[in-house]
């Protein structure tokens, strides 16, 4: 089973509209809850809605789920004297996506294009390497740090202690 999600360019971040091709078990699902959102709300056109009404933001029912299951929470911030949220929010998918999508092969341009990266320096800043990457390749290099922010760019050391930017 496969679908297509349609997303116009007034909902995208640069406005340009996209296509999701879906497959496998979110099809499914995505598929199930908006053929049992139909029975009751035949005009509606959204996935995500509260009683056929658009949805503006997902922040509450997102962080519900999360903390249900155990991956977020409200901790109190004592810098900024009030809670603020510790855990996943969604946009963590965006680069988990970016990442799965360059490891499983695809053309990076095909990757840009999906998660709607129009530039090289923000692709590059979500296709991240990881000491885990490192240590799958079984290569006797070990990528070091160059700054303390986080890094779109890996320096490393090659197997003949050349140093190169990956």
């Known amino acids: ?33 908006k053929s049992r959102c139909a029975l009751k709300w035949l005009a509606c056109p959204w996935i995500c809605h509260r009683g056929g009404i658009r949805l503006q933001s997902l922040k509450h029912s997102w962080r519900k789920a999360c903390q249900t299951v155990g991956v977020g929470q409200m901790v109190k911030d004592a810098t900024k004297g009030r809670k603020v949220w510790h855990g996943k929010i969604p946009h963590d998918f965006r680069r988990t996506a970016v990442r799965n999508m360059v490891r499983a092969g695809v053309p990076e341009k095909v990757a840009m294009a999906i998660s709607g990266h129009k530039t090289r320096s923000v692709f590059d800043r979500y296709n991240t390497s990881t000491r885990k990457t490192w240590n799958r390749l079984r290569c006797p290099c070990r990528p070091t740090s160059s700054s303390k922010r986080l890094q779109s760019r890996l320096q490393w050391q090659n197997c003949e202690g050349r140093a190169g930017v990956l």
């Open 1 to 33: 089973m496969e679908g297509k999600l349609y997303i116009q360019a007034q909902d995208t971040k640069t406005n340009t509209p996209r296509v999701l091709f879906l497959t496998g078990d979110l099809y499914r699902v995505l598929h199930t809850w």
